[in-house]
């Protein structure tokens, strides 16, 4: 069992989601930066997939009740022992400050956190309501039982990326003028306050539409950016509703998706274009 | 026509929700390797495939959507589950439906169950079906001021369409009636007694 001190701004139990229900109005949800809990899980022997802590700008104080092994990926805390596991004894305090770069990091513990799964996942999503509740002072965190052996004992953190977005055009790039696509690569973007698990909401060039009217409302990706009136995009998170009525100019490479996730309010993020198929 | 929607997303144009409900109905009943979502729209099926082979898997959605467009055109029947919605049609909306409509309540109440409805989509929220199919004399605008909070199983309109509240949420339909049916259920499978396609009857109870 982990005791929840304090949260910090922000923090939330992820794993990998609820795909498959898309259909019924439920978004995916899971850790905004998969590769960062994938790679927390297995630094402390977890299935990828099992449930950790997504820290939003650090600032947790964690309790442990009883010893456990920890491992932290993503957006790195100082001196916090990032990309390796540690043993924390019981009745061990885990202070954790704020990230050097990036906007997320990722607790695992060895046997995952064991909250009460909904449709088949423990993550929170801030959209939909589903799952357990954004972490509070106070919160009792159990974990589950351990299973496989820890195998790695360090591994190679990415460092910050540059903050470039690799963009597919469509599905709905004809809904705007001809130069909005190259309008969207010309100058960077700003990351606003107002950027979430949702989306990360952009403040730059304005993206002229070519058609009047509504789009009928049709499904959304993930890395979607989606072009609301205001001609200003918006790049869907984990969290984004699983569709939408406002037009779609491009969806951003899955392996750019983590670099997204770790935009803070303030930082510039800069699209390329590649055409294909 | 079928777009690009990122690396792992095709977006279907059927043009038409009983296209996109044949589509999705084909697709689940013989899934195309891969496919973890498939979210039909009003006008799209948008299909998510992670690792499947995209060329094969626009090829299939192709001869799929052919296919149905086929038997759309000849008329064949889809097979769509009904449901029966049994509603105590006492909403606070009530009145302003009947008086916007110019009708009395009673008519209201005989409209709202005298047709069939169908499932068009879900979104908003976890289980929030967009019944379609509603009586044109039933079209209202929304609220100007939507409601903080919005009861479970409240019955509702706005636009063409009808709703259930699949749960207590902020809200800006226009309440007419109220229904004990579990429309969503976290602990059930499925969750939502409603899919794209759904046919829905209303009842007064």
Same mark, same amino acid.
Request: aromatic share 12%; proline share 19%.
């Given at each position: 069992m982990i005791e929840v001190l304090a949260p910090g701004p922000y923090a939330t139990v992820q794993d990998l989601g609820r795909p498959g229900h898309a259909h019924l109005g439920v978004p995916r949800s899971g850790a905004a930066d998969v590769p960062s809990l994938r790679l927390a899980n297995r630094l402390v022997g977890n299935a990828e997939g099992l449930a950790g802590i997504e820290l939003t700008f650090g600032g947790a104080r964690l309790l442990f009740l009883r010893g456990a092994w920890v491992a932290l990926a993503g957006a790195p805390l100082p001196g916090a022992g990032m990309g390796a596991p540690f043993w924390v004894p019981a009745g061990g305090e885990l202070r954790l400050g704020a990230p050097e770069w990036g906007l997320r990091t990722y607790v695992a513990v060895r046997g995952g956190i064991a909250v009460e799964p909904v449709l088949g996942s423990r993550s929170t999503d801030s959209l939909s309501g589903l799952g357990p509740e954004p972490l509070r002072a106070g919160a009792l965190l159990p974990v589950g039982p351990a299973a496989g052996e820890i195998t790695a004992d360090l591994a190679p953190l990415p460092g910050p990326r540059p903050a470039v977005l690799r963009v597919l055009p469509g !599905?709905? @790039? @004809?809904?705007?003028? !001809?130069e909005a696509l190259a309008e969207l690569c010309a100058r960077p973007y700003t990351v606003t306050q107002d950027s979430n698990r949702v989306g990360v909401r952009l403040h730059g060039p304005v993206l002229e539409r070519a058609k009047d009217g509504e789009l009928p409302s049709e499904g959304m990706v993930t890395g979607a950016v989606q072009v609301p009136p205001s001609g200003q995009p918006i790049v869907f998170l984990a969290d984004h509703p699983p569709t939408g009525g406002y037009p779609v100019i491009g969806v951003v490479r899955g392996a750019d998706l983590p670099v997204a996730a770790q935009l803070r309010p303030g930082d510039e993020v800069r699209f390329t274009v590649r055409r294909g198929r | 026509m079928i777009r690009p929607a990122g690396e792992h997303g095709l977006l279907v144009e059927t043009g038409s929700l009983e296209l996109s409900h044949r589509l999705d109905a084909a697709l689940r009943a013989d899934r195309p390797e891969g496919v973890v979502e498939i979210v039909p729209g009003p006008e799209t099926v948008l299909v998510v495939a992670p690792g499947a082979d995209r060329g094969r898997l626009r090829a299939r959605l192709e001869e799929v959507a052919r296919r149905e467009r086929g038997r759309a055109a000849a008329g064949a029947g889809a097979e769509q589950p009904l449901v029966t919605i049994p509603v105590v049609y006492d909403g606070a909306d009530l009145g302003s439906v009947a008086a916007l409509a110019g009708i009395s309540a009673g008519e209201v109440v005989s409209r709202h169950t005298g047709r069939e409805l169908v499932v068009g989509w879900l979104g908003f929220a976890p289980g929030f079906a967009y019944l379609?199919?509603?009586?044109? =004399?039933? =079209?209202t605008p929304r609220l100007d001021t939507p409601r903080t909070s919005v009861p479970a199983g409240s019955v509702a309109v706005a636009g063409p369409y009808s709703a259930v509240y699949p749960a207590a949420s902020p809200g800006g339909w226009r309440l007419i009636g109220r229904t004990t049916l579990r429309v969503w259920d976290v602990a059930g499978d499925p969750p939502s007694l409603f899919r794209p396609g759904t046919r829905v009857r209303f009842e007064a109870a």
């Open positions: !599905p709905r @790039d @004809d809904w705007f003028v !001809p | 379609t199919g509603l009586d044109p =004399v039933l =079209v």
